[in-house]
């Protein structure tokens, strides 16, 4: 289990989020990190309202090297979805945001092997109707590694491939008055060490020596995958 893994309920620092459901003993808590507005790539906020439906949009939260999912899917989510980490720890995992319910980020890490989009490309990435292919189900996160699949409107439950456990979920607020997003945390089994350690070289080239487990925090700019990466691997 990794160390920011999970806080279990014993841990008395542990912080409460609105509207997340009191956890039993075993459950896998919300994990804070610092509430980051999302903007666009001008360092304006951006508007709930401008997320194209189906489009892949990545950031990185809640560590300046860990890229994440933002994904409008177009209407509502499921609702408290039971879940469970790798190690067998219970979470529920809250559901979209925004008007429609229908907003959604999650880790961009595979809980397989850890594959992830880089500038260079991505082997993992959303499929809707209109990307998917006779391996990848539409409307699912694909990784073309080792075909771990990921549903997106169930908290990223696992339906097909190795990986042992739902990508961890990043936790977002919409406030109505402005249509704006803002990060708050994660939720669901972290693979931020195994992440770092495993690519301490690349995550040092890619963005300067430790700045890749630098946290976030103000504000994070979102990008769509077709631009923040050369070559997206459809499978
Ligand atoms: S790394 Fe994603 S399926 Fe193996």
Not at 24 to 34: C, I, L, M, T
Request: aromatic share 8%.
């Amino acid at each position: 289990m990794e160390r920011r893994d999970f806080i279990r309920v014993c841990a008395a620092s542990a912080i409460a989020f609105h509207g997340a459901p009191v956890p039993a003993a075993s459950d896998v808590r919300p994990r804070g990190y610092a509430r980051t507005l999302l903007t666009d790539d001008g360092g304006r906020p951006l508007r709930a309202s401008q997320l194209s439906v189906g489009e892949n949009y990545v950031f990185h939260y809640p560590f300046e090297g860990t890229p994440c999912f933002l994904l409008n899917l177009g209407k509502p989510t499921g609702r408290n979805v039971p879940l469970k980490t790798g190690t067998g720890a219970d979470y529920q995992w809250p559901g979209g945001v925004g008007p429609r319910q229908a907003i959604v980020a999650y880790s961009a890490i595979c809980s397989h092997q850890l594959t992830y989009p880089t500038r260079q490309i991505s082997f993992i990435s959303y499929r809707d109707q209109s990307t998917a292919s006779r391996i990848s189900k539409p409307n699912m996160i694909h990784c073309c590694s080792e075909h771990s699949e990921f549903d997106p409107a169930a908290g990223a439950r696992v339906l097909g491939g190795p990986a042992p456990q739902p990508l961890c979920a990043i936790l977002l607020e919409h406030e109505a008055a402005n249509d704006t997003l803002h990060a708050t945390g994660t939720l669901g089994g972290e693979m931020f060490d195994s992440f770092f350690s495993k690519y301490e070289i690349r995550l040092a080239m890619e963005h300067g020596s430790s700045r890749a487990q630098q946290r976030v925090s103000g504000k994070t700019a979102v990008s769509p995958l077709k631009q923040f990466c050369k070559q997206q691997v459809r499978c």
